[in-house]
């Protein structure tokens, strides 16, 4: 089994780049697909982590990962 097959491309992108678990992945995923006009398609790895930065930061104020 893949580790493409356990989950989405962008969810395992975000793990990558925060260190952090699936289910905190699938939050800062959600919360960039929401609130951030952020096209995956074109987005660069130095990209996909500072937004995926930007979404943890907002949430951790919420909710202390």
Not at 30 to 37: A, G
């Amino acid at each position: 089994m893949s580790w493409l097959s356990k989950g989405n491309i962008h969810t395992k992108w975000i793990e990558e780049a925060l260190g952090v678990n699936n289910a905190i992945a699938k939050r800062v995923h959600e919360q960039i697909d929401k609130y951030y006009n952020f096209d995956w398609s074109e987005a660069t790895t130095g990209e996909i982590k500072l937004v995926s930065q930007m979404a943890f930061e907002d949430l951790n104020e919420v909710y202390n990962f």
